[in-house]
């Protein structure tokens, strides 16, 4: 028997579904699988503190997507959403199991079905400029090797560079990956959104770092240029420029992960790999 806790019955009642199972929990939150009372499968998730905070942003960019390649938000309160089940595997899954090239164009193809639906910036949306504030003031600890260090700072002056000519900013799904992309009944359809306001560009960059458990193929650098030149083709965007987004990203999340400070990180060798194939455009 499952010892994860069923959703709390006020939730339940709440949104008027019953329990199917649970799905996950994750650092801020659980995630259950629930039967709406027209017999539609949903996924509930509910955060553990009494509001979801900066994910509020997320949901607010789902909704205004309306469905289009995004997974239906029903409702939502403060700290909770009731959105549509995708029942397929994601595209994580599908690299996971050698389909790493079919997961890669699925993922550009769903970037594009998202970004064809015209979106207005609204203060609702989180700044891609106040994310990168932590990169420009992260410190580093003794312990940092002074390669990592010089690669960190490199990132900081291509953030710079970068947010001094800005490129076609829009809302942007701001966590668009592998394993918040899953197959549902109207295709594939990504969740679990950050939206945040910034460059068009950026919607990419994360996806160079996933997904998670397939470290090999993602440190491989004939795949990051092979992502490079799909990505840039397919959504239309300078390869020079997604590959630098990466690069600054990857450094975004050691700095988020260092809470500001850094020593030593799992992904010092993969920013090195990035940085190493920015130099080849
Ligand atoms: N609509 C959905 N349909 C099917 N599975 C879902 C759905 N929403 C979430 N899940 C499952 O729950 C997992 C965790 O959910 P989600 O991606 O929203 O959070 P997370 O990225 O793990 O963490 P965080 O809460 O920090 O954003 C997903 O990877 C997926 O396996
Ligand atoms: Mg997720």
Not at 30 to 59: C, P, T
Not at 167 to 193: E, K, M, Q, S, T
Not at 224 to 249: G, M, N, T
Not at 250 to 270: I, K, N, Q, T
Request: with cysteine; hydrophobic share 40%; charged share 25%.
């Amino acid at each position: 028997m499952s010892t994860h806790p069923s959703p709390p019955e006020d939730m339940l009642i709440e949104y008027d579904v019953s329990p199917l199972s649970f799905v996950e929990e994750t650092a801020i939150a659980r995630v259950w699988k629930v039967a709406r009372v027209d017999g539609q499968n949903a996924a509930l998730k509910i955060y553990k503190k009494a509001s979801m905070g900066n994910e509020a942003a997320g949901f607010f960019f789902l909704e205004a997507l309306n469905g289009s390649a995004v997974a239906n938000v029903y409702r939502r309160t403060s700290n909770s959403a009731l959105i549509e089940w995708l029942d397929g595997h994601s595209l994580g899954d599908l690299t996971r199991r050698g389909e790493d090239e079919k997961a890669a164009k699925e993922l550009v193809a769903v970037a594009n079905r998202i970004h064809s639906f015209p979106l207005p910036p609204k203060d609702e949306y989180a700044k891609l400029e106040d994310w990168l504030e932590a990169l420009f003031t992260v410190g580093f600890a003794q312990a940092c090797p002074p390669s990592s260090r010089q690669n960190i700072l490199r990132c900081q002056v291509l953030a710079r560079q970068l947010i001094e000519q800005p490129h076609d900013i829009r809302p942007l799904h701001g966590d668009l990956h592998h394993d918040n992309i899953r197959l549902g009944d109207r295709g594939y359809c990504a969740f679990d959104a950050k939206g945040v306001l910034g460059e068009r560009t950026y919607e990419l960059a994360n996806a160079f770092r996933n997904p998670k458990g397939a470290f090999d193929l993602v440190h491989d650098v004939n795949r990051v240029r092979y992502l490079c030149d799909l990505w840039s083709k397919h959504f239309d965007v300078e390869p020079l420029r997604l590959i630098q987004w990466a690069a600054v990203k990857c450094a975004l999340s050691m700095v988020w992960r260092g809470r500001g400070v850094l020593e030593l990180d799992p992904e010092f060798s993969l920013l090195e790999i990035f940085l190493a194939v920015s130099e080849e455009y």
